[in-house]
């Protein structure tokens, strides 16, 4: 497959891509053209076919997209089928949020271990899945292969709890504490932010915008 | 305030910069130059003084930043200061975690209620924040000036949740279910969804192309 260089602008857009053909799919939906995918997303068509041709463009003049395919092709580029397999560290409110609701593997992820130094957790399971004491997690980490981690430790313990995962070779950390994970002395290791705060004031600057302009 | 029409992809940026601003000003920095900005926050110099440019630009040839205000510029972008009010609908999981640590305050935005159908729940407060049944929200609502409302309810209900909230003339969802809501029949409401599944495919292909680079 012809691959260029992808903007992080068009790998932001892949995911929604992603859900917006997988839904498509699952409905049916054998063929679609760029207008008709473009109005589902909010998107015009050029900006589909721009986006869609960076990594190939397999649409036809008066065919369109064939949905499954480009479904697959997308889901391959995000590394969707590379079988991840994640541990989360911390099994708090937000931890279990994510535990019990959040389907990792319709994400292409394997959630195989939760860690938390919280005595009424450890040795018990969560949607399935089984809670070590945190001091455990290197002599797991070793015995298991897992390639991605999920933070949702107190803020006061991020930094050191993604030392500790980049030690064990971790290759991806989903980082929802608010604290910025020193990236530069991890180099190998590729971070997401969930930064609640970033989006909770972009809300408040479309309220506000949108205030002004009724003015 | 001169303000031109901002692109979306600095709107994005606003919240790092008001997050580093802010973590400067706490640990006392009266001003910074754009160059020392530009590398806390891994951008270019030339990124920062044309992000800043787009609403006034307070910068000063040979002087910087001043970081105070900057900050509260942007903070007035922003529209922090306009002292949101918020319900949460949905205190299972995720609405806890958010309940109990989200900095809320911080953030410009007043926390007023949950709501919730669990019998355990309602009439108790978590983190000082008193739990309602959600057969409460229209009357509550009526009695309160609420103007962003939180959805953390299951997916099942997020529509219909949503729906709700606009008819009793909410300005802004910061929606955390996976369901896209019907945003064209809610113009008045400003949406922000928090799609943890992007975020993580994002992850992703961070991953998989940093994988593809040393084949």
Redesign the interface.
Known sequence: MKKEKISS?V??R???Y??HLDDLYRNGVVRISSSALAKSMGLTASQIRQDLSCFGGFGQQGYGYNVERLRSEVAD????N?A?TVVILGA???G???I?????R????RLIAAFDVDPVLVGTRLGGVPVYHTQMLESYMREHKV??GVLTVPGPVAVESAYRLYECGI??I?NFTNIELPEQKMESV?V?N??????????????????EEQL
Do not use: C, Q
């Open positions: 602008a790998i932001r892949l995911p929604r992603y859900r580029i995000l590394g969707m590379r991840h708090g409110n937000l279990r949020a994510l019990e609701n959040f389907p990792f319709a994400n292409g992820f390639n991605v290759e991806g989903w590729k997401e969930v930064h609640f705060a970033d989006s909770l004031l972009t809300l408040s600057y479309m309220i506000s915008a949108s205030a």
